[in-house]
């Protein structure tokens, strides 16, 4: 196990309120939480308060891929950390979501700290970023 660490950044055209609680709401989750094109997300689920827990599960064709977390931080608006447990994740693999206003927009910078290895890093690298596309074609 290492700690290794990815950041993946994105402008999105939406309020600040809006792209936070999106993070929040299963509904939205089911929507955007797709690392790559072809999956959905069947499932998802969220109690957002510190201590609070998220589950969803990711769909690729016949697989089903479950993914959950714990909210260890809840800053309205500005900063969401969770745990982040899946088939594929290490213990205490933890996200950090900073919000910031830019140009009527919203900047969301992702930080995912630890990793088993470079490959699950860069596998995660490439998940977040289509995630952050995804979450960002809502708003568009």
Known sequence: M???TLTVERTINASQQDVFNAWL???????????????????????PKVGGRFDLVMQAGDDQIPHAGTYKEIDPHERIVFTWESPFSVDDSMVTLIFAPKDGRTHVTLTHVRFADEQARDNHQGGW???LEALGMQFS
Request: charged share 15%; no cysteine; net charge negative.
């Open 129 to 131: 970023t289509g995630i």
């Open 25 to 47: 709401n299963p509904d939205m989750l089911r929507k955007f939480m797709m690392p790559a094109p072809g999956m959905s997300v069947p499932a998802a689920s969220s109690d």
């Open 2 to 4: 290492t700690d290794l």
